[in-house]
């Protein structure tokens, strides 16, 4: 038992100096749950992260800047009126376009007649969305009707007023004319012992419609509620959560694609295939970069076979949008080639790439908007995000697809990823150099 023991030591110890082991181990399901979490409701009763919606305030009474202000101070709102450095207000066509771009989600019109509408019964307002998050416009609908009540209490009653219920009405005829006759004619008149429920019929009472005579209260709230809702981007998508789902996908198995490059480089490190190249003359960055070449060529393959599967399969767009997908479809893998890189240049054997390879593509892939739109992370975790090539080439296959954008507008996209692409392969490099001139004295 005590040699079973010393063993058992020693295993723990070759675990604890292996910090990959470690980071399968421990730090990977740590991310997961973080992000899943997060994204899932782990926070609990906070869960929900604050929405920023643009306001638009065109009403020409005090109303609309009452319903904003009282708005912006809940939990799950942040209205954003003035935009910039310079804090110069937008106005509805700036709001939509910003909204079209990406930069938000969702724009709240307030019209000139809103302070009208209200005193009428009538919260009358525009929402401009982009649907593929659908959760803010719909929260911030949602929190609209109740704020709205809570500011202005006499909107029910001024709706109800607006379109007078029969059985009220009568009722209220026949108590006014009966005080007249009494007041006119000197005599009074018989009281019939009715409350007004008598008076109603019991048709009416007991929600029966059919008698027509009765109040309508789903009449009166689509009175009140005359909130409509315009989609300024992705009305052409035939399938809108396929673009995303296809994209996504293929980014994160592309990345255990390009990991192969790691496994290859050290077996050819291993049986003396590289000292071999460098001994006619090829030089550390030219394996490396022939690596890179072989694995863009066959990332590009990839990713073009996992689009066409998608529309075959899904109806994915791809040739209304062949030119910008091919695009980004070159630059994702020229990006993820260099992630690979990285990783061959960081790893000693073929084990220890293989569990750094899944340590990084799956840390890369949650908080990078592969495996769910980036719209359900919390603040925090997207501007980590913002630093993982998995992020800009979603944002840039998300471009191409939902938001309809030429080669013009997905440069900023590539040029990002490209950047990110060149300093991973320099860094890639400069190791692999040190290693070789160290493994080989």
């Known amino acids: 038992m005590k040699r079973i023991w010393h063993l058992a030591r020693k295993d723990v110890a070759i675990f604890l100096t292996d910090p990959v082991a470690i980071g399968l181990t421990f730090i990977v399901p740590m991310v997961m749950i973080l992000v899943f979490g997060f994204v899932f409701g782990g926070q609990g009763k906070d869960a929900l992260s604050e929405l920023q919606v643009i306001s638009v305030n065109q009403d020409a009474g005090k109303g609309g800047a009452r319903l904003i202000s009282s708005l912006d101070k809940l939990d799950e709102l942040r209205i954003i009126e003035p935009i910039g450095k310079d804090s110069v207000k937008i106005d509805s066509v700036k709001a939509a376009a910003l909204v079209a771009k990406g930069d938000y989600s969702a724009a709240l019109i307030i ?37 709205a009540f809570e500011v202005f209490p006499m ?10 219920m029969d059985s009220s009405a009568t009722f209220g005829f026949n108590r006014d004319l009966a005080a007249a006759i009494e007041k006119n004619f000197g005599f009074n008149l018989p009281d019939s012992g009715l409350t007004f429920s008598d008076m109603i019929p019991e048709e009416e009472l007991l929600g029966n419609t059919s008698s027509g005579g009765g109040p309508d209260m789903g009449a009166m709230f689509e009175k009140v509620n005359q909130v409509k809702r315009t989609q300024v981007v992705g009305q052409h998508v035939v ?106 240049a960081l790893s000693k054997t073929e084990e220890q790439a293989g569990g750094l390879q899944v340590v990084i593509i799956l840390s890369m892939s949650a908080i990078g908007g ?8 919390p603040n925090a975790i997207k501007l980590i995000s913002k ?17 309809n ?37």
Request: glycine share 10%.
């Open 239 to 344: 399938n809108p959560s396929v673009s995303h789902t296809t994209a996504g996908t293929a980014v994160t198995f592309l990345l255990f694609g390009v990991g192969a490059i790691a496994a290859s480089l050290l077996r050819e490190m291993r049986s003396g295939t590289a000292q071999r190249l460098l001994l006619m003359g090829a030089t550390a960055g030219d394996i490396l970069l022939s690596k890179l070449l072989y694995s863009v060529f066959m990332g590009t393959f990839q990713l073009l076979v996992m689009m066409i599967y998608g529309w075959l399969i899904f109806k994915l767009q791809i040739w209304e949008h062949f030119g910008p997908m091919m695009l980004m479809i070159a630059v994702t893998a020229i990006t993820m080639s260099a992630v690979g890189l990285v990783i061959s």
């Open 370 to 377: 592969a495996m769910f739109p980036s719209f359900m992370l």
């Open 387 to 403: 630093v993982t090539p998995v992020f800009w080439a979603m944002q840039g296959f998300n471009d191409v697809f939902w938001r």
């Open 111 to 147: 019209p000139r007649n809103f302070s009208d509408g209200i005193k009428q019964g009538e919260m009358r307002a525009h929402i401009l969305e982009d649907t593929r998050d659908p959760v803010t416009a719909g929260i911030l609908e949602g929190m609209m009707q109740k704020t």
């Open 155 to 164: 909107l029910m009653p001024s709706a109800m007023m607006s379109g007078m």
């Open 405 to 441: 954008q030429g080669i013009s507008g997905i440069l900023f996209e590539c040029g990002i990823c490209l950047a990110m692409a060149a300093a991973m392969t320099i860094i890639a490099v400069i190791i692999f150099r040190r290693r070789l001139a160290t493994e080989l004295g």
